[in-house]
C-alpha cells in the first residue's frame, strides 16, 4: 500500500529555523517525484515545488524560491521542506503528494499535512 | 488570485446535477496540458477525483466526470449526494510558471 507520512505539527516563533519531513513506503521512493503543496489557512492550494529522490533534481516555484529549500534523502525515503527564517505568514498545512508521471501530471497519493503555526 | 479561475462556490439538491467549470489560459490548459482534479473534505488532505482531464481513478464513484475543451475545463458531479459536500480544486501544468497551477477551489453545497 502506498503511503506517505508527513511529520508531525510544529508551532514555532518568528526567525526560527525548521525541517518537515515526508516519508514514503510501499513504492519505489526515489522513482517518483515528490511535490510540496501549501495551503494558508481557510484559502486554497499553492503549488510549491517538485523533488525527484532519485537524484535531487528540484524545481521550485518562484514565488517560493529562496524562500524555502526542498530536498530529499533516498536512502531513507524521506522528502524534506525546510525554512530559514521563519515569518509568521508561513502559517499554513503543507502537504506532501507523490506525482504519478512528471511534473505534467497528477498527485495520487497525499500525505496527511503538517500544520505549521509560527507565532511570537 | 489563482491562475486557474473557478466559481467560489455552487450548489444544488440531492439527486440533481452540477458542474464546475476551470478557465485558464494559453500557457496552461489551452496549450493542452491536461486538467485533473481534486475533492477536499475539511481537515483532510485533497484526494484525487479525475486525472487526464476524463479519467477516474479506481474507487471513485461514475457520477463523477472530467470534460475539457478549450481554454477550459469542467467538473460534473449527477446525482449529488450529502457526502459530496467538499471543496474542489483543478490542477493543470504551466508552461511560463514551469509548474503546477491551480485553481481557487469551489466549496459546493448540497441543499
Known amino acids: 500500500e502506498v503511503q506517505l507520512v508527513q511529520s508531525g505539527a510544529e508551532v514555532t516563533k518568528p526567525g526560527e529555523s525548521l525541517k518537515i519531513s515526508c516519508t514514503g513506503s510501499g513504492y519505489s521512493f526515489a522513482s517518483y517525484w515528490i511535490v510540496w503543496v501549501r495551503q494558508l489557512p481557510d484559502k486554497g492550494l499553492e503549488w510549491m515545488g517538485f523533488?525527484?529522490?532519485?537524484?535531487?533534481?528540484?524545481t521550485y516555484n518562484p514565488s517560493f524560491q529562496g524562500q524555502v529549500t526542498i530536498s530529499a534523502d533516498k536512502s531513507i525515503n524521506t522528502a524534506y521542506l525546510q525554512w530559514s527564517s521563519l515569518k509568521a505568514s508561513d502559517s499554513a498545512i503543507y502537504y506532501c503528494?507523490?506525482?504519478?508521471?512528471?511534473?505534467?501530471?497528477?498527485?495520487?497519493?497525499w500525505g496527511q499535512g503538517t500544520l505549521l503555526t509560527v507565532s511570537s | 488570485q489563482s491562475v486557474l479561475t473557478q466559481p467560489p462556490s455552487v450548489s444544488g439538491a440531492p439527486g440533481q446535477r452540477i458542474t464546475i467549470s476551470c478557465t485558464g489560459s494559453s500557457s496552461n490548459i489551452g496549450a493542452g496540458y491536461d486538467v485533473h482534479w481534486y475533492q477536499q473534505f475539511p481537515g483532510t488532505a485533497p484526494k484525487l477525483l479525475i486525472y487526464g482531464n476524463d479519467n477516474r481513478p479506481s474507487g471513485v464513484p461514475d457520477r463523477f466526470s472530467g470534460s475539457k475543451s478549450g481554454t477550459s475545463a469542467s467538473l460534473a458531479i449527477t446525482g449529488l449526494q450529502a457526502e459530496d459536500e467538499a471543496d474542489y480544486y483543478c490542477q493543470s501544468y504551466d508552461s511560463s510558471l514551469s509548474g503546477w497551477v491551480f485553481g481557487g477551489g469551489t466549496k459546493l453545497t448540497v441543499l
Open positions: 523533488i525527484y529522490p532519485g537524484n535531487s533534481d528540484t
Open positions: 503528494a507523490r506525482l504519478w508521471g512528471g511534473a505534467f501530471s497528477w498527485s495520487d497519493f
